[in-house]
């Protein structure tokens, strides 16, 4: 269509992802992750490292120096919960070609105008070009809240790709050992390698490393993105007429909202349960890792423990939400000796059609009936799951009449009848 934007890859980058969560829940205050076990600065924000705060610094030390610093360890759980939370967003708001599969990086098929808007509601920087590599690179050049486009093709993008630093090429696969003997020979960037030959590329970095830089050089990148299968989390919230205060009436409803998601996981495995309560004093939320296979009941031990990791019910919760994420399907053995690609095409069905497959379960192979011999049960739960290929009685048995009770009721009257008869 004349006058359309075309639409292209855009790289989001919100790395190091844990800093950037804690940012947002902390917003305007300086804010610092720790290490677990040692309580050690991993990353700091801007203002932070303005008040002297440095990583490796023990948490006393940093606190010394920031009193206003805001510092928390951050558990894998969390933050993963949180990323994916994040992806499903995105799907739903700006395109339904999503890949983030990385914590931090994000890439997203889009126009110009929605990366800018995008860049500005999450006040990241965002890299737009033809291919996922290029996008990745003018991210790392772009600035917070901003959009750096790259055009395709011609010498608009050549220019750009010679004024690649050698630090940014850790996005082509180079391992930071790599760029450090680089670095020794005097390598400034990617404008220098381009001057080398293929030949001295596969003896300096390495047959594998060399092929995959080359490829990139010659043109043949990545410029594909596979479509986001929606539906990876699961949420259920419960709005309440007055704030939850004690551990019963918090029990109470998570036995209201923990059925509907276990009949929503359909079979499916859960990585992570999340507890997010809306109280007076804010937003406050918890994660914890989930074990397979977990019982209705044991999911509501584990939800129980997290609404008190919170810390909510001291304040009341006006509006509580459980949220299961990192949806996957239990492993399937489809055959005796199955193949790596029978089993990713049916871990590929069942994830966008959970309804599509069923399965054949024996009951008497010698029966002299369909109906005797076998029924269709679901791929995922076993429940018995009716199809048109489920074999139909060719006979219905007569259902008797009356039961003992009536039959006998039935023959007293009979009794009492003929005696009546006698006397008249």
Request: net charge neutral; glycine share 8%; hydrophobic share 45%.
């Amino acid at each position: 269509m004349a006058g359309r934007t075309p639409s292209l890859i855009a790289c989001v980058l919100l790395s190091p992802w844990p800093l950037e969560l804690l940012q947002r829940r902390h917003p305007g205050v300086p804010v610092a992750v720790l290490s677990e076990g040692a309580r050690r600065v991993l990353f700091a924000s801007a203002s932070a490292q303005e008040a002297g705060v440095k990583t490796g610094m023990r948490e006393t030390a940093a606190l010394s120096r920031c009193p206003e610093l805001h510092a928390e360890i951050l558990g894998t759980p969390l933050t993963t919960a949180a990323w994916n939370e994040l992806v499903e967003q995105l799907y739903a708001r700006y395109s339904d070609r999503v890949d983030g599969r990385m914590p931090g990086l994000v890439f997203l098929k889009l126009g110009l105008g929605a990366a800018r808007d995008l860049a500005a509601a999450l006040q990241v920087p965002v890299g737009l070009a033809s291919s996922l590599e290029v996008a990745h690179l003018a991210a790392l050049r772009a600035r917070r809240g901003e959009v750096r486009e790259v055009h395709p093709g011609g010498q608009a993008e050549k220019a750009f790709l010679n004024l690649v630093p050698l630090e940014h090429l850790h996005v082509l696969g180079l391992s930071p050992a790599q760029v450090e003997r680089l670095r020794f020979l005097g390598i400034t960037g990617l404008a220098d390698l381009w001057k080398w030959s293929a030949a001295q590329r596969e003896a300096f970095l390495g047959v594998d490393m060399a092929k995959q830089l080359n490829r990139f050089l010659k043109g043949q990148r990545t410029e594909q993105l596979p479509r986001y299968v929606p539906g990876q989390i699961l949420e259920a919230s419960l709005d309440t007429d007055a704030p939850l205060l004690n551990g019963p009436e918090a029990d109470a409803a998570l036995q209201d909202l923990l059925p509907g998601l276990v009949t929503e996981m359909r079979g499916r495995t859960a990585a992570y349960l999340t507890i997010r309560c809306e109280t007076l004093g804010g937003s406050l939320t918890a994660t914890r890792k989930l074990k397979w296979p977990l019982d209705r009941g044991g999911l509501t031990r584990v939800a129980t423990l997290t609404l008190e990791d919170t810390g909510a019910l001291p304040l009341g919760i006006d509006r509580l939400t459980v949220q299961l994420s990192g949806l996957q399907q239990p492993s399937r053995m489809v055959g005796l000796w199955a193949g790596v690609a029978d089993l990713d095409v049916t871990r590929d069905v069942l994830g966008r059609f959970p309804d599509a497959l069923v399965r054949v379960r024996w009951l008497d192979p010698w029966a002299y009936t369909a109906d005797a011999m076998y029924e269709w049960v679901d791929w995922q739960t076993g429940e018995v799951r009716p199809t048109p290929m489920t074999p139909q009685r060719a006979w219905t048995p007569p259902r008797a009449q009356f039961s003992q009770a009536q039959a006998r009721e039935k023959a007293v009257d009979r009794i009492l009848a003929f005696f009546e008869g006698a006397r008249s």
